[in-house]
């Protein structure tokens, strides 16, 4: 069993509270950030491939940066 108070946080608990949310925001940002570069060496990877190497995986040139960005765009 639990209890929930509608008591009003002290400053030091509003600011610990503000403080969390930032580094959220930094740990949402180094994330992000971290799936981007993957994407980026994906893409960097496939355009080093020739031609007939991304035939074979069904990609043509002009899709390899589509492709490599696809989870990170969310598509």
């Not at 925001?25 to 355009?47: F, H, I, N, P, T």
């Not at 031609?51 to 969310?74: K, N, P, S, W």
Request: charged share 30%.
């Amino acid at each position: 069993m639990s209890t929930t108070t509608n008591a009003p946080r002290s400053g030091a608990a509003r600011w610990l509270a503000r403080l969390g949310d930032r580094l959220g925001e930094a740990m949402d940002a180094v994330a992000s950030a971290s799936d981007a570069m993957r994407c980026k060496r994906e893409a960097e990877r496939l355009l080093a491939l020739s031609d007939a190497e991304l035939a074979t995986l069904g990609l043509t040139r002009d899709r390899v940066v589509q492709h490599a960005f696809r989870r990170y765009l969310g598509h």
